[in-house]
């Protein structure tokens, strides 16, 4: 009866470590999937943004945002906070100060690290964390 008992408790452990186990591998593969889509998705906007160069004007704005506040509202997510003026003009003017002269913004750092390395530092937390393969 003890040794039933006790035969119970070791296979609900195993078991429960198999579920820690599974849970730190799908962590890791959400991160990894969430890396490469913020990889990808900075790539768009630099391509976005090295494509404007100094195209910048008041129709591309209506084009691609629909009214002046929205754009203010999609520069203020890219720049942050900035004093974007009240007339197209004046945010005009600012758009075109944060834009590099070849397109590329220049508050967006550059990716210094690449996938492989982004990955192997997400194991090596997993790892510090008590995770073992």
Known sequence: MVLNQ???IRDELKQSGDAYDAAFRNTALIAAQELVSQEQ????DRQTLSNLKQDLDK?????NYGSFKN???AYHQIYGQ???GRSWSDFIAVAKKLTASDGVPLTLPE???????RVTKLENFLS????QR
Do not use: D
């Not at 990716?111 to 390395?117: F, G, N």
């Not at 510090?128 to 995770?131: M, P, R, T, V």
């Open 59 to 63: 129709q591309y704005f209506i084009t």
């Open 111 to 117: 990716q210094t690290l690449t996938l492989e390395q």
């Open 6 to 8: 006790l035969k119970q």
């Open 128 to 131: 510090s964390l008590g995770y």
């Open 41 to 44: 998705q900075l790539k768009s």
């Open 71 to 73: 754009a203010k509202i």
């Open 82 to 84: 900035q004093k974007y």
